[in-house]
T-cell receptor
Framework: DTAVSQTPKYLVTQMGNDKSIKCEQNLGHDTMYWYKQDSKKFLKIMFS???????INETVPNRFSPKSPDKAHLNLHINSLELGDSAVYFC???????????FGQGTRLTVV | DAKTTQPPSMDCAEGRAANLPCNHS???????VYWYRQIHSQGPQYIIHGLKNNETNEMASLIITEDRKSSTLILPHATLRDTAVYYC????????????FGQGTELSVKP
C-alpha cells in the first residue's frame, strides 16, 4: 500500500495549458507539502498545508494554486503553464511539526 | 537555518562502510541534523536525525562531533542499492516542517 501517491507520474503538455497533479497520503498525517526539483536537481519547498490550512507559501507564482479538500489530499493546480515550469514535483507528508517526511514518487512535468 | 556543506560526490566499494561527511559549523544549539537520500527517479527518503548524541537505526548511524560543527552518516555495509544522493539538513523545529535541501553528496557504490 503506497504511503504517498501522486498522479500522474508523467505529464507532457503545451505552454498555456492548465493542469493538475493529485496527491494522497494514507499515513494519517496532518501536514502535506509540495516540493519542486528543477533540471539541476535542486529540491525546493513550494507549499505546505496543515489540516487543510496553508502554512508555507514560498513565493511561488500565483499560477500555482494548491488545494486541500481534506487532510489526506493536497492537489496542485497550475494555470497558464510555462516552459520554466518543467520539473519534477514531489508531494510529501509528515506529522504536525515533524521533519520525518514521506515523499511520493514524483510527477515529471514537461511543458513543450 | 544553518548552512551545510557536503562533498559533491563519493565512491564506496560494495560491502564496505560508506562514511558521508557533513559540515555545519554555524549550527545553533536547537538545530537538529537530518539526513535524507534520493535514489534516482524516486522521492527523497528519510534516514536518520540527531541533536548531539550519536544515533543508530536499521538504516544507518549518525555520528555528531562534540562541538556539533560536523557529522558523519555511516552506512555500515553499503550495497549497490545505496547508490543515491545523500542530503544533510540542519533543521530548526520552528520552520513548520520545511526542509531546505542543498546539493547533497552523490554516493556511488561500486561492485
Amino acid at each position: 500500500d503506497t504511503a504517498v501517491s501522486q498522479t500522474p507520474k508523467y505529464l507532457v503538455t503545451q505552454m498555456g495549458n492548465d493542469k493538475s497533479i493529485k496527491c494522497e497520503q494514507n499515513l494519517g498525517h496532518d501536514t502535506m507539502y509540495w516540493y519542486k526539483q528543477d533540471s539541476k536537481k535542486f529540491l525546493k519547498i513550494m507549499f505546505s498545508y496543515n489540516n487543510k490550512e496553508l502554512i508555507i507559501n514560498e513565493t511561488v507564482p500565483n499560477r500555482f494554486s494548491p488545494k486541500s479538500p481534506d487532510k489526506a489530499h493536497l492537489n496542485l493546480h497550475i494555470n497558464s503553464l510555462e516552459l520554466g515550469d518543467s520539473a519534477v514535483y514531489f508531494c510529501a507528508s509528515s506529522q504536525v511539526g515533524g521533519y520525518e517526511a514521506f515523499f511520493g514518487q514524483g510527477t515529471r512535468l514537461t511543458v513543450v | 537555518d544553518a548552512k551545510t556543506t557536503q562533498p559533491p560526490s563519493m565512491d564506496c566499494a560494495e560491502g564496505r562502510a560508506a562514511n558521508l561527511p557533513c559540515n555545519h559549523s554555524t549550527i545553533s544549539g536547537n538545530e537538529y541534523v537530518y539526513w535524507y537520500r534520493q535514489i534516482h527517479s524516486q522521492g527523497p527518503q528519510y534516514i536518520i536525525h540527531g541533536l548531539k548524541n550519536n544515533e543508530t537505526n536499521e538504516m544507518a548511524s549518525l555520528i555528531i562531533t562534540e562541538d556539533r560543527k560536523s557529522s558523519t552518516l555511516i552506512l555500515p555495509h553499503a550495497t549497490l542499492r545505496d547508490t543515491a544522493v545523500y542530503y544533510c539538513i540542519a533543521v530548526n523545529y520552528n520552520q513548520g516542517g520545511k526542509l531546505i535541501f542543498g546539493q547533497g553528496t552523490e554516493l556511488s557504490v561500486k561492485p
